[in-house]
Structures are given as structure tokens and as C-alpha cells.
């Protein structure tokens, strides 16, 4: 799974017209993942199940050490609100959880399963709920 995007990844930034989007829906018939070409992807970061209903929206950027559990989305908050999430580097992303709107996870941070996060996350917090909040602090 990692490695068609990381492919297609590769394509995009040559702009290499097409291909990109069809190793993307590969990725989608494959593994059940929608990662598109255009995001921005670090080191070692952790797809669980091979990306099991992840969704990531295209803007966003995912620094590196990262795991995100199944059934996760990385996204924007809809029609006429710009921007996309930036999790930076060591994060820990429960099974279900929603990441939305142009937001910041700091470093370190955890987020639990099926949270709802709106607002940004503090460096080496841990939040939970809906709306996520923060309830304790690494």
C-alpha cells in the first residue's frame, strides 16, 4: 500500500499527468485506502491494517513516526472552509478518529478512538471525545 503511493507520489511531483490518480484508485480497490498522490507523507509512518478505511484529504501533510489506526480521516471541514490538517512527527491516531479542518496535532500527541478533533492539539497531549478535548498531558 505504502509503496504504490510513494510511487505515485513520485509521479505527481514529476507531473506526470494520470498515472498518479490511477495508482490512488488502485490504492482504493486494493486496500481500502484513499490517499491521494498530493499529500504530503514522512518516514516510517504506520498504516494500520494497510490503510483500512483511512481517508486522507489531499492538502494534508503527516510528518514521520506516525500510526494511524483503521478507519481514520485526515480532512477538511467541507465547502468554503480552506485547509487541511498537519500532524506533525510521533503521533498515535486511535481506530475511527476525525481529523477536521485546517488544524495543527502537535508532537507527541495522542489521539483517541473515535475523537473528534476540530482545534488544534498541543505538542504531547492526549485528547479524547466529541469534540476532542485534552485530558492529560506526556
Not at 498515472?19 to 498522490?37: G, H, Q
Not at 494511524?68 to 467541507?78: D, Q, R, T
Request: hydrophobic fraction near 50%.
Amino acid at each position: 500500500m505504502i509503496y504504490i503511493f510513494r510511487l505515485a507520489n513520485l509521479l505527481f511531483r514529476l507531473r506526470i499527468p494520470a498515472l498518479p490518480w490511477i495508482l490512488k484508485i488502485l490504492n482504493r480497490i486494493l486496500f481500502s485506502v484513499s490517499l491521494p498522490p498530493s499529500v504530503q507523507v514522512g518516514s516510517n509512518v504506520t498504516f494500520g491494517y494497510q490503510g483500512l478505511g483511512i481517508v486522507v484529504h489531499k492538502s494534508a501533510r503527516l510528518g514521520s513516526n506516525i500510526v494511524i489506526s483503521p478507519n481514520v480521516v485526515i480532512g477538511g471541514k467541507g465547502r468554503g472552509k480552506p485547509g487541511a490538517p498537519i500532524i506533525e512527527d510521533d503521533v498515535v491516531i486511535g481506530a475511527g478518529a476525525c481529523i477536521l479542518g485546517p488544524i495543527r496535532i502537535g508532537r507527541g500527541a495522542i489521539i483517541g478512538a473515535n475523537a473528534v478533533v476540530l482545534v488544534d492539539v498541543t505538542p504531547g497531549a492526549m485528547v479524547v471525545g466529541i469534540p476532542a478535548r485534552e485530558i492529560e498531558r506526556t
